[in-house]
């Protein structure tokens, strides 16, 4: 019997979803990115699926390795031949892949290369770096960077679960996916949930 990857559209036999090791390869990379952009990264590589067959699952690899290494590195550019880079973590890319996939309809698909979705990421991460900024700027002229003095200061490419659920919930507000009040609520609940202040 043959199966069909709902995200994807890779085929082979239901065996080998299991015991192929092209199978296996791709399950790995993807739980090694964690459930949130391992579960998006799949819906993503169906961007790359030829329009009258399945994308094959040795493609598929290469592709999901690809993100991998992307992600890993910690920062994006836009384009290899700028040196212009932002730091960019998991949720940024998560966030990228979930933009293109809501945007697919616009898309010219098969996808080719993640060009486009570096260039995604990069804006977020762009916007995301900026508010870091302003941020620190704020919190220095009010004197608020020395009450934190003595806490542990995350880097810029350490982002912490509050920076995360913060990220997203900004990525569902932008996407018009939630209203600004439910926006605000569920930053509240994070704030809550994570020991941060929201004053």
């Avoid at 199978?23 to 993807?30: D, N, T, V, W």
């Avoid at 598929?60 to 960019?88: F, Y």
């Avoid at 018009?176 to 509240?188: G, P």
């Amino acid at each position: 019997m043959r199966a069909t990857c709902p995200e994807c559209g890779a085929q082979a036999h239901i065996s080998a979803m299991f015991v192929e090791e092209d199978g296996k390869r791709l399950a790995m990379i993807a739980a090694g990115l964690g459930p949130e952009l391992g579960k998006v990264l799949l819906s993503y590589l169906g961007l790359f699926k030829p329009v009258k067959q399945g994308l094959r699952l040795a493609r598929a690899v290469k592709l999901a390795q690809e993100v991998a290494d992307l992600v890993t590195m910690g920062t994006v550019c836009k384009d290899e031949r700028s040196s212009i880079r932002r730091p960019a973590t998991p949720s940024h890319w998560a966030a990228g892949m979930d933009t293109m996939l809501t945007q697919r309809s616009s898309l010219v698909l098969p996808l080719e290369s993640h060009g486009y979705l570096r260039a995604v990421v990069y804006g977020l991460a762009d916007k995301f770096d900026a508010q870091q900024e302003r941020q620190r700027e704020t919190e220095a002229r009010t004197g608020r960077h020395l009450s934190q003095a003595t806490g542990v200061s995350s880097s810029p490419h350490q982002e912490s679960k509050l920076d995360t659920q913060l990220a997203y919930i900004d990525h569902l507000e932008r996407m018009d996916q939630i209203t600004a009040e439910e926006a605000t609520a569920q930053r509240q609940e994070a704030f809550t949930k994570f020991g941060g202040s929201n004053g």
